[in-house]
């Protein structure tokens, strides 16, 4: 039963996800991260250096594709009732290098496995495992643009997962601030853009989403002055700044905040606004449906549901249970959420992150993970571990007050 839950998931999955990167003035770069999804299982995973990872065997190629980890990393990776995802959704490696893998819903392409030639077999990896090599093969974004432009970057074809290919795009950080989008369509092919922005999020293609911030540039800090004679309301500087979880509008609304936010001074400045940047994002279970109903659909079911009536009116008791079926039907509804919130110290080479129900923020880093082995953790916990009673902390005040 879970897995059937787990793959009707996965066919209408979220198109929630965002990334922002926030730049301290000390120099430190922080990339933040949400995942809107399910409750299905994530977990913080941290690798060593010269961890062996083989590719699927393709058609045309007597020996599978093989690399090794050049820097240790720390990475999100679901768990599908204990089989493991192929794709690190999110991580960063010891060389400040970070990686992220975000929905693309009805613009990803890649080519299928079996289009690839021998020319191709050392050097070929799936699509979800994209993120992985960056991690394990890069020190920089500008060896990843290198690679891209000098024809070493390997060829990508799509990988089945689950019983679907995810559509799928990425973007790659370093600790310089440097940052690429990587994305692959049908009508384009593998496109690269610079994120000038520092924001990401899902559908369209990221040039289409730079181009609508061009309808929005009267957001401001500033309040307006007088309207029919009454002052402004505070924050109407950001009147008409999109509030709904639509990629479009979530672009919008964290390039507006990452622009016009107080910059922050320190490491430790940026880590905490770029946790209020990412909460400004969050998605409450209930308020975001998975799957889209058209009118049609909504009338077929209606149809559907009807000719059940007819056929199960044969007295009261009968109304009673199909009651009971409606009301228990609706609460086996799934709903977007955001599972979980990953802030990248990538100067630091630290991981912060927090889950849906512990929403207590927990840190991995780098310097301190296994040198031989692979270790995981849990990204989410209980409730009770996200807050601390302070009762006995109290002090009596002897002034006025």
Known sequence: MLLVKILATLLVLSEQCQEIRMIAEDGNVIVSRSMEFAQIDAYVVAEPRDLEHTMPELPNCEEPFRFRNRYKSVKLRWNYGNTWSNADSD???????????????????????????EEHCDNSIPHLRVGKYVLAMFGSVQEIRDAINNGTFPEVYAEEEE????????????????????????ERGRQVYNNTVGVLTNSPNYDWHMENLRNYPQLRPENWGEVHGMKSNGGSGTTGMPGDYSSPSRFIKAATLLKHVSKPQTKNEALMQSF??????????????????????EEEQSKESNKKDKKNKKNKKDKKAKSRSTRDAHEDIDYDQTSWIAVKSLTEGCLYYRGYSDISIRRVCLDSTSEDRTMVLPVDGKWKNSYKDVTNDMEEWEGQY
């Open 91 to 117: 991580g960063m490696n010891s060389a400040g290098v970070s990686a992220s893998t975000l929905y693309f819903p009805n613009f990803s392409h890649f080519p299928d496995m079996a289009s690839l030639t």
């Open 163 to 186: 019983g679907m290919v995810h559509p799928l795009h990425y973007q790659f950080a370093d600790k310089s601030g440097d940052a690429v989008i990587l994305e692959y369509t049908k």
């Open 276 to 297: 209020h940047l990412m909460n400004a994002a969050d998605i409450p279970q209930g308020i975001v449906m998975f799957g889209s109903h058209s009118e049609d659909e």
